[in-house]
């Protein structure tokens, strides 16, 4: 199976190419030429066999320039006991008879990041060897917390690869930071900049288009690789996991071979539910996809009228991770709605770019209404569902969870659709300790690492291991840099 481009489709790269390359020359989002199809037999054996299983089989379909094989062997290593603190890797937490909670934060740092960014490294290791490549990918990441612990986790000590991540200096949450300032690896490098995660991100892409950078660095043996959603081997990992999660319901009797559930996902990036739109062309029965966006509503506009405009304020929100007003991962979905229309989509992005706003066709808004639904959940809603989760289910989220479990209650009082739903949980409640301890009544004291003691004494709920070890671990890098010396940091690290 080939790749090609949202913008172009004469381009065309093997899965190798796709990985190794991110993002398509011209700017568009590498996408596969077409969904391979599942039935009921496939899920069916699925049903009965490990989440690694799972991964591989279903990997498979799109990666065909990788073996089976292989991609046994990365599922092994990305998702075995010593990564994962549970078995099922992506277990499904019943909250009723019509909500399932999916736990995608078992990983080794508590956040769904790493259900992708445990396989990524992998896939790009293997794409150097098949590509021949012999350059150093030098991975640049951005984070607004998430992902660039994530990354580095993945990236750590792996060879060929070396990872420089920046976040923004007080953007991140007490636990984020001393999850990546402590992070171990040869190859790994921390940077703090002053600035907001939008400078963070716009001092990457700078480096990423500067031409006489990249000549240097070529000279010197390295080339830039992306590690962030845009990349095709971040987006496939996620489609197993709603996969996975029909196989266990309807290996637990939960719902019957064909009968469809609903999904609702935290969005930010348009990435994850991205993954279940994915899934659902594939044929995996699902009836609608619901979007959940906190006070950053540009996604729940775009759904309902189909214009997107991100001409509004920007809310720095206690779900930082989906405090984002482009969500990049939408052009896939406008590709494969305007029927591969290559054209359409570089209209639109033009537009996006030129007015920071664009509306899509008749054709779109149709297939839009008929799969997707979006609403958004404000700061005091989201304090609220932590909240009477726990004291009604005994079962503690995290604000990104909440803002999903509360879309979801909205979209059954709209549309009185009492469809099975899954929806996702994204981060381990421990990791954005400070307001889920405000949620559940409590004043969160002291700072930094003690507030996982306190959530814990309060709750009594584990501690993920990783995060408990945080307190004894020393600080590896201190590194601050203004937003204009981002490139000399790079270029010190790559000496
Ligand atoms: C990244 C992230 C999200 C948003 O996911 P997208 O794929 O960007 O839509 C939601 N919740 C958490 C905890 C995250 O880290």
Known sequence: MKYYSTRDTSVRLTSAEAVKQGLSRDGGLLTPEMIPQIDGEFLQALSTVSYQERAAKVMGLFLTDYTEEELREFA???YGPDKFDNPAVAPLWKVNDGAYCLELWHGPTSAFKDMALQMLPQLLSAALRKTGEEKTACILVATSGDTGKAAMEGFADVPQTKIMV??????????QEAQMVTQEGENVNVCAV?????????GVKRIFSDVSMRKSLADRGYFLSSANSINWGRILPQVVYYVSAYCDLLHQDCLQLGEKMNVCVPTGNFGNILAAYYAKRMGLPINRLICASNCNDVLTDFLRTGVYDRNRPFHTTMSPSMDILVSSNLERLLFDLSGENDREVRGYMEALAADGKYEVSEEIKAALEGQFWGGFCGEPETLDTIARYYKEYGYLID????????????????TG???LTVFAST???YKFCDHVLRAIGEVPQGNGTDLLDQLYAVTGIAVPSRLAALKGKARRFEQTAEKA??????????K
């Open 76 to 78: 092994q290593n990305a």
């Open 166 to 175: 920046f976040y923004p200096k007080d953007g991140v949450s007490a636990v």
């Open 194 to 202: 002053v600035g907001n995660f939008d400078d963070a991100q716009a």
């Open 399 to 414: 604000t990104h969870t909440a803002v999903a479990a509360n879309v979801l209650e909205q979209y059954r009082r709209e």
């Open 417 to 419: 659709d009492q469809t």
């Open 427 to 429: 981060a381990s409640p």
């Open 485 to 494: 010396e981002m490139e000399n940091a790079v270029q010190a690290f790559l």
